[in-house]
DNA sequence: AATAGTTATGCAAACGTTTGCATAACTATT
DNA sequence: AATAGTTATGCAAACGTTTGCATAACTATT
């Protein structure tokens, strides 16, 4: 009896040296070849190419990244993938490194202040080129990223930016994105207008209400505490609770701006529930222009934060300075076009 | 007049042989110490740690992968990032990751092939240990992805797999998840039903459309060809114009399952707006519980085709390739289970 | 006291590329 | 014909780790 074991061979890698033994070169001049190095006369080049093709030579850049100590990868931390935002953003940043021959590496901190610290870890090991963080909910205090400034390692941060270092940054203007919706709301004629909150020790989520504010006062409204209702997480069923509370007053307000288009989705359904016509009887604003504002009925006046050309400026930000080495830049702040889209929702 | 100029200083990143030189051993000793290698002492180790807390000793994993040929990342391809399913994968994907000590680098494919060509080449030399991939749509021959198996790098592949080689595979049960929906439906006294179909140049879709005729014909319901409709892309809109299509008909159809989430929102706006009762006058079911599904009046009835789920089993199925080099499995193919949400849309 | 076994450490090479410097073999200039 | 300049290539070292093998310095056994 025999047993035939087959043993699936697995292709060793062509290599430099591989190639320069064939062509009876040296492994730098196919390594400068492969380069396009002008020291290198064109028929060497050409037959150096050839070859590779042949035999299917790929370059081995984990060995090119050690020499070199570039590696041609950013690394990405967000809160988590699947908010529709950042997954927008990531897809900008993703579409702009490519194009540039850079990869991204992924790291959700899950709003963990503590994993956040540990993926700063990791991404020290792995030696990236760059990095672009949205901070994590819990991050007050930002030292664990300052040793990426010492490493020479450039840093972006976009949406949740710190405040309490020098960084790069890349945002929209939260204040005047929420001026303008509310100044939108007062042109379309109303008088008592509301607004729905995010968690105050967020500053995103303060310049909102801060923009709200400024523009009742340019106009000359009167803020009424009772219209503003805070939230912890601008969640659907907090809008539901807020939506609530406005039915409760004595009187309604006739236009409400909220921090994200989650509270204003459910502001919207509670109020046509009890037979309140929107727009006719309130005006709703919300913000972020999530997929469901184009759905809901009516369509939600929102504004578009632009997620998308969030991600391609942080990457193109960041590559900038990945690339020139100019020292003199400590840090550079982007702020991004918000645009307010109108919909049926204040029509 | 007198000039300064400060130039900061990057620090030096400390590495093996800085540890070696300060603490009279050798850079093995220190490498096996880290390593919690046996054959070092516990003295030996005390010291060598404390030392590389001390000087902030960071490992080079570049330099470690190039020396074991093991980068401990792995690569994912998948069309957009964007679309929800996708990003809710990802995150299940970097989930599982994290915990293993592994990193996920993220490629866009666009749905082009060849952008997913491209790609394939970049992680050939980014020597990735292993790729999760979801095919572009126009993707038919997998030719390129053979080469990982030549080299060793094994695959996942998610939710569109390809037919024309043997792969590890992680997918839902289309079929019988469109046989359950419309199953569902049945028991609801449904008796004429439609089905709003996807692309059926894709697997997924057409096998939710089998699912869906197999319903009927077990429980003996007639398959009316006037209540199946095709869409290209199951967009919103094109939801919007087969709900119209239905309201054309000299009777409506009393039930619909829509082989998407959206599409089915679009159904049930359209007939609201004719005044027709959901679920009374026709239920609707959907696919893929997005997060809509629980805002839509009525709240949508849909299969959960468990993404998250469906990106942990992927990354658990790789790295435990990559990890068991146990050569006689060639491919596995595993398959999650799925669940219909019953919610006020059938109810 | 000689031998065998154990414990802890070091040597040296290797992974595949890149790059400063050297140099051989030309060509152009006087 | 001598010199200077140019062109094309190679040498050798380096990046920071890991690991098979060797071995020094013990301890245990006869």
Same mark, same amino acid.
């Given at each position: 009896?025999?047993?035939?074991?087959?043993?699936? @061979?697995?292709? %060793?890698?062509?290599?430099?040296?591989?190639?320069?033994?064939?062509?009876?070169?040296? $492994?730098?001049?196919?390594? %400068? &070849?492969?380069?396009?190095?002008?020291?290198?006369?064109? $028929?060497?080049?050409?037959?150096?190419?050839?070859?590779?093709?042949?035999?299917?030579?790929?370059?081995?850049?984990?060995?090119?990244?050690? %020499?070199?100590?570039?590696?041609?990868?950013?690394?990405?931390?967000?809160? =988590?993938?699947?908010?529709?935002?950042?997954?927008?953003?990531?897809?900008?940043?993703?579409?702009?490194?490519?194009?540039?021959?850079?990869?991204?590496?992924?790291?959700?901190?899950?709003?963990?202040?503590? =994993?956040?610290? !540990?993926?700063?870890?990791?991404?020290?090991?792995? @030696?990236?080129?760059?990095?672009?963080?949205?901070?994590?909910?819990?991050? !007050?205090?930002?030292?664990?990223?300052?040793?990426?400034?010492?490493?020479?390692?450039?840093?972006?941060?976009?949406?949740?930016?710190?405040?309490?270092?020098?960084?790069?940054?890349?945002?929209?203007?939260?204040?005047?994105?929420?001026?303008?919706?509310?100044?939108?709301?007062? /042109?379309?004629?109303?008088?008592? *207008?509301?607004?729905?909150?995010?968690?105050?020790?967020?500053?995103?989520? /303060? &310049?909102?209400?801060?923009?709200? /504010? &400024?523009?009742?006062?340019?106009?000359?409204?009167?803020?009424?505490?009772?219209?503003?209702?805070?939230?912890?997480?601008?969640?659907?069923?907090?809008?539901?609770?807020?939506?609530?509370?406005?039915?409760?007053?004595?009187?309604?307000?006739?236009?409400?701006?909220?921090?994200?288009?989650?509270?204003?989705?459910?502001?919207?359904?509670?109020?046509?529930?009890?037979?309140?016509?929107?727009?006719?009887?309130? &005006?709703?604003?919300?913000?972020?222009?999530?997929?469901?504002?184009?759905?809901?009925?009516?369509?939600?006046?929102?504004?578009?934060?632009?997620?998308?050309? @969030?991600?391609?400026?942080?990457?193109?930000?960041?590559?900038?300075?990945?690339?020139?080495?100019?020292?003199?830049?400590?840090?550079?702040? *982007?702020?991004?076009?918000? !645009?307010?889209?109108?919909?049926?929702?204040?029509?």
């Amino acid at each position: 009896m025999q047993t035939f074991v087959y043993i699936v @061979m697995k292709n %060793r890698r062509i290599t430099l040296k591989d190639l320069a033994k064939d062509l009876n070169l040296s $492994a730098s001049t196919i390594s %400068r &070849a492969l380069d396009n190095h002008p020291a290198i006369s064109d $028929a060497t080049k050409k037959k150096v190419r050839q070859k590779a093709e042949e035999l299917g030579f790929i370059p081995n850049s984990i060995a090119s990244s050690f %020499r070199t100590k570039k590696t041609k990868s950013i690394g990405i931390i967000v809160p =988590r993938i699947d908010i529709h935002f950042h997954s927008l953003v990531i897809s900008g940043i993703e579409n702009y490194a490519y194009k540039n021959g850079y990869n991204v590496t992924i790291f959700q901190s899950k709003d963990s202040l503590k =994993r956040e610290k !540990e993926i700063t870890k990791i991404l020290q090991n792995r @030696m990236v080129d760059g990095i672009i963080i949205c901070l994590s909910i819990e991050t !007050e205090k930002c030292d664990h990223f300052k040793k990426f400034n010492k490493l020479g390692v450039p840093m972006v941060f976009y949406d949740r930016v710190p405040t309490d270092f020098d960084a790069n940054k890349v945002v929209i203007n939260d204040f005047e994105s929420a001026f303008t919706a509310t100044e939108h709301l007062i /042109k379309k004629g109303c008088k008592r *207008i509301g607004h729905i909150a995010g968690n105050q020790k967020t500053n995103i989520f /303060k &310049a909102r209400l801060e923009g709200f /504010k &400024a523009a009742l006062e340019k106009y000359k409204l009167p803020i009424d505490k009772n219209l503003i209702l805070y939230t912890k997480n601008l969640g659907y069923e907090e809008g539901v609770t807020c939506a609530k509370k406005y039915l409760q007053l004595p009187k309604l307000p006739d236009g409400v701006f909220c921090a994200n288009d989650y509270t204003a989705v459910s502001v919207i359904q509670v109020f046509r529930k009890q037979g309140i016509k929107i727009p006719h009887d309130a &005006a709703i604003v919300g913000f972020s222009n999530y997929p469901i504002s184009k759905i809901i009925e009516p369509n939600l006046t929102t504004v578009n934060d632009c997620a998308f050309q @969030m991600g391609e400026s942080s990457a193109k930000l960041l590559i900038r300075h990945i690339e020139d080495k100019d020292d003199f830049i400590n840090s550079e702040s *982007i702020t991004i076009r918000t !645009e307010l889209i109108v919909r049926e929702s204040t029509k």
